[in-house]
Structure formats: C-alpha cells, structure tokens
C-alpha cells in the first residue's frame, strides 16, 4: 500500500481534453472514464517506499529508478527534487508488442579454442530468440488517460524553467497535444518537431510512406532556458549564396539599409543613406582589418566610385554559427543495426536526436529527466554533457541496459527501485502472460465482458468469474471505492444470472476492510458475492532463483595476486523453458514446410546462458545495496567487457577481483539476475 499521496500541482487544472472551438456545432471531443481521472488526479501521486539497489560513484543527483512515473514523480516532489528539462518516448499507442532479441552466448569451455584457431563468428548462425519486453497496445480512452495522470506528475516536478519534449507519432499525437495545451497552456505550446525517423520506403502500395514522427515542445512557464543550435550550410545554399575568395574563405554582402526606415540618414564615407547601424559602429567595420575581397575597405564594400554601397557589409562565413535549426529536423539517421551506439534495444533513439534538445534546453549542471527511459539514450547523452540525469522505466531490461551503459561512460550514479507490492517477473507484459497459468483454474470464458479475465469453476460456487488489474495500467493498480463501485454498478449486472461469485484481485488497496464495508453497503441489486484476493501472494511465487555452482580460489601468480571465482555450472529454468517453448515452435513450423529443423541446445554446464556476473566484496548481506567491485558482461558475439571496457577476449568461465568476494550477481540472458552469497 502507498505510505501516502502526493499533490500533483497546487493548481490542479480541472476538465481533461476538451476541445470546443466550433463555436456554431458545439462539437466536443471527450473521453470515457473522464470522472475516474479526475478523482485520481486530486488524491495524488502514490508515494512508495524506495530501496536503493546499487551505487556507483558518490553523484547524489543522478538517479536510475525502477518503476513507474507516476510514483517516481511522487518521490521526487516529496524529496524536494524539480528537473529542468523532460525528454519522454513513452509507448504510441500503435497496437504493437515490442521483443528483446536474445542471444545464446558461446560456451566458455570451447572460448579458448575458438580464439586460438582465430575463428570469425558468423552473425547470422548466432542462436537467438526473441522475448516480448512490453506491449504497446491501449485503446485511445485509457492510453489518453493514462497520458493524462503522467503528463501532471511530469509538470508537478518541472522547474519554473523548464521544458518539455514528448516523443510521438501519428496514431496518438493528434490527441496528447490537446492534453498538452490543457495542462501546459496553450501560450506555452514552443514547437511541434517533425523528425525524418527513418529513411523512404518502397512498401507503402495505398499511401506514402511513413517516415516521420512528432516532437511537441512545451515550457511550464513563459520564460524557458533556450540555446539556439546552429547546422552548417548546405552546399547548394553555399553555391548560390557566397563567394570564394583566393585563400579559399567563403563571404557574403550583408545589406546595411534600415529595413523599417525608423533611422535618421546620415553620411557615411560620401554615401547618405538611413543606415540600420549607427556611425560609430559603422566605423569599426571601415576601420576593421582590410580582407582580401575587391574593392573593400575594412569589412566595408565599396561601389565603382569609391564609395560604400547599399549592400555593404561584408560577412564571412567561417565566422557564422550556421543555420538556426529549424522545427523540421531532417538531418539526424535512425540508429542503424550496425551503429556502435546500437545497444540492442527496441525503439533506441539516437544519441544526436538528444543531444540537439538537451543542449537546446539545458545548460551544465542542470537535471534532465526521462520517465520512459528506455535504452538510456537521456540519461547517457545528458551526462556526456555535463547534466545531471534521472532514468526511470518500469522494465528490468531498460534498467539494466540503462545501468551498463552509464558505467561504461563512467557516470555516478544510484540505483533505486519503487517497492510497490508487485515483484515483477521480468516486466508487466510477461506478468500479465503468465498469470492465468499461475492462478489455479483460470481459464477464458468467451462469454464474459472483456471487464473479466476469465473464470473459475468450483463444484459449491459454479463458475466465478475474476477481475485481473492491468500491470501495464497504473490506474487499475489500487483498488479503491471509485474502482470497487465501478464493479458494483457496471459489471455485476451484467453477468450470466446463476453467477453467484466473483473473484477480485487487486495490487494495491487504499484499506481491505473499508472496502469490505462499501461492498456490504453498495452490492445490494445482486446477490452475487464479491471475494477479494491479493495478486502480491501470486506475483511472489514467480520469480524463480537461478541455480549456479562455482569454485573460489586465492591465487598467487606472477600476473594477477587476488580471488578468483570459475563457474562450473549456471542452470535457469525460466531460460530453458523459454528455449523449449522455441524449439517446440521451431519444430512445428519446419515440419509444416516440410524442412529439417535444428533446435536450439545448451551445454550441460549451461554458461552460455549467462549474460553478465559482478563481484561484490562488501557484503554478505543478500538484501544490501550492491556494490560492483569487479563485473564482466559478454556480448552476443562472446567477448568480454570488463568493468565497462571492452576487450577482444572470449570469457573463459571466470571472474577476479583483489579482494576476497562475499556476494555474486549474475544476469542470465533474458535478463534475471540472482544473487549468491559465496
């Protein structure tokens, strides 16, 4: 249960997404679920307890944080924090799954001979399997609502001059920009930003081809930090523009008339005119260095008769920022398959997209915040440019990937995790696929409302159909009167006429026995009883340890004097069911098409399934914040980074350290990680 609610703003706007400017139609544009939100919004942010999971470096403003916005927000408002600048990509509501491509590492056992016979690993006989890492699909009332809640906890901790940037496309933009414009402010719309996201395609047949996505840009007030960002001139405007001196500089005539004619004419070397500058300006420029162009004196062009012309300045172009960049970005390329800042990661933007908006609107030592983190393109890009950062998403795989990439860059940093009663399998989407194989009987039944989840068959009760919360929906998470009162009045009735049971499940809950009483109060049209289960007791029993069997050893050896841990065994059963279940479909589908098929298989010892394994010599308290004194990643092809750096070895089944380890982590490669005291 929450410890408490957060205010979001101390104005709460009221009304949500209303669009009536046809003032002759009275159209309105609104939404389903309407009064739900609002109440939501004026109870608060849910505020959670907090762990710190790991630390690295001692940068106290540099936060990593596992968990959802709207209780990251709620600690940083309850913590005093406030960002200067938001950057988000959250999902597009485009009604697709996204997967995390995962690899199989090679056997460390085979590694040295590999090496040796300098073998080159062929990409494409790489084994890998895909894994669903979060799912992308709302209907429009509930993703806009959503939207909603997150985008007023975003602007409850946004400095008075700081700016928004949210990350979109056409399925749902049209719609989040009138949620902006209500929660912002209209005066404070900046820009809408269309970014060429990938390159043209020839497989549109109906349409054109969808290359672009939209940035909307917003301050929370008036005033907002903006450093105007400059592109380098394009050659045909270079060409038809500029001229080349001998010396090979660039320069330009820039025309020195008063374009409103406000000024007083005067003289000015034999030449009257009303000039846009004044005369002691002017002079700087004719007194200025003699360049190299014909006909000049100082910086100043002059006419056939000796005397300064209309267009008389003269500019070059190496002394130039450029061009101003527009709201049309065209120049930055989507992150290539093959593209060395290519972490692996479904929709990973490019560094340069953040690059141009953080330095845009920020400046060093400011907070810039990204509440769908995702690969860790804001967080990564900001400390690179001397910002502080905070990285939050709710998926393990973000975090981790967040995690390895700012220890690479040698960033400080803490990682926390939002303790909010549900252990995560790996993340909600594989949650919400394994649910109805954990809870006993759940089975489909067509004939229920969407509302239920399924049902339950027992002999004294008939079938009772059960309520699942949606863990990819924060707003289904805490069941409250409005939800319970939802449930009484909507979808009890109508259930089949011999429903005698209904099974609710719930997350959080503002207090079981209040509830318990409303229901007793309220749930008197039906005779129908309402039993309430708590999903924290379902959720724990998924997540299960990995077994791993090792030998530590003290070694003395002319190169390396320290502690030497040499895996012997790493077994994960989440992992080899995942791979079963590949095979299985592998199997199928190639004897369907009439082909040999080639399964996936793992060695005895079973390393190959490990991702990353980290020493920790502090502790042998499994619950303490981890302390990475010694670490080693294997990337897909098999090679080693070690401590973040990036080496051409293959692993070889061991990892050292200088001092005697008390804890190991290890990470298998769908993202588990265990923790074993040694």
Known sequence: MAIKYVPYFPNTLEGQAVLDNFVRTKRVLRYRDNDQVIERVQRGMPLYEMELKEQIGQNPNNLVIRGECLSACAYLRDN???????????????????AKKVYIRRNPKVAAVISQAESELDIEELKAFEEKMY??????ERYLNWMYENLMAMKSIMSDEASIYVHLDYHIGHYVKILMDEIFGEDNFRNEITWNSTASHNDATTSYSEITQCIF??????????????VPYSDEYIDSEWTKAPSGRYYKFENMLDPQGKMDAYDFHGTIARWRTTPDKFEELWNAPQTEVPNSHGRIRLGKNGKPIKRCRIVFMDELPGVPVSDNWTDI???????RENVGYSTQKPEALLERIIKTSSNAGMLVADFFGGSGVTAAVANKLERNFIHCDIGINSIQTARDRLLADKAEFKVLEIKDGVSLYRNPVQTMDKLKSLIKGLRNEDALD?????????????????????LMDSSTRLLDKPLMNRIIREALPDLPDDTKRVIVYYIDITDREDIELFIKEQNTQTTIEIELRDLKQVLDEVVVEDEAEWELTETQESLFKGWKVELKSFHSDRVLRKIEEVNMKGQQQSLAKGKAFKPIEISDEGLETIEWL???????DKQAPWHSDAEIKIDRLGYVILNGKKTKDFWDSTITCDQKPL??????????????VI
């Open 135 to 140: 799912g992308d699909v709302w209907d429009k």
């Open 614 to 620: 980290s020493l920790d010599c502090t502790t042998a």
């Open 217 to 230: 840009f917003y301050s929370k007030n008036e005033k907002n930090t903006f450093n105007i960002q400059y």
């Open 80 to 98: 005093g924090i406030f960002v200067d600048l938001i950057y988000v990509d959250p999902p597009f509501a485009s009604g697709a799954d996204y």
């Open 333 to 339: 390329a989507y992150v290539a398959g093959r593209a």
């Open 450 to 470: 969407k509302f239920w989840e399924g049902s339950i068959v027992d002999t004294q009760h008939g079938m009772m159909p059960v309520y699942l919360p949606n």
């Open 663 to 676: 804890r190991m982590k290890i990470r298998n490669i769908c993202g588990d990680e265990t923790i074993y």
